[in-house]
């Protein structure tokens, strides 16, 4: 269980991320178009997996798929 020095910590950081998402509607703000390619690539693939995935800088670069599952039930 947390003591109060902890908890007073998860709240101030809690509180931060509040005012941050109030700000500009997301915790972060707007996504980077490498990351909204990649977000839009994973829905597409719908199911498999992605075995490798290169970040560069901070953004996705290279996404590997090698296995892809298909359900026949």
Request: positive net charge; charged residues 25%.
């Amino acid at each position: 269980m947390a003591n109060g020095n902890e908890s007073s910590k998860l709240a101030s950081v809690a509180d931060a991320a509040s005012r941050e998402r109030s700000k500009c509607g997301s915790l972060v703000g707007p996504i980077h178009p490498a990351w909204s390619a990649f977000v839009r690539y994973c829905q597409d693939l719908g199911h498999g997996e992605i075995e490798c995935l290169k970040i560069q800088d901070g953004l996705p670069v290279m996404a590997e798929v090698t296995k892809k599952k298909v359900k026949f039930t």
